[in-house]
């Protein structure tokens, strides 16, 4: 109930705060619908629209590319890793 109410009351609690500066309502809604999204994905209750594979070429070229470790580039994609 906590959080429909948050839903309900949001866009105006921040905006009264002056922290919606250049969102209006509607896409302060279309926010929070992907915020839900995002949490009944997270939750195993809905399958994302699409994903992403990496060869390990692309790892390696993003760690070229941004000069990262392994456990930084891990991180980027939400993996973990024990580096050797």
Do not use: H, Y
Request: with cysteine.
């Amino acid at each position: 109930m906590r959080a429909a109410i948050w839903v309900d009351t949001g866009w105006q609690v921040l905006k009264a705060r002056g922290m919606m500066d250049g969102m209006d309502e509607s896409n302060f809604e279309l926010l929070m619908e992907s915020v839900k999204e995002a949490g009944a994905i997270l939750r195993k209750e809905k399958k994302p629209a699409r994903t992403f594979v990496f060869t390990p070429s692309d790892i390696k070229a993003i760690r070229r590319n941004e000069n990262a470790t392994q456990a930084e580039v891990a991180a980027m994609i939400g993996e973990s890793c024990t580096e050797a």
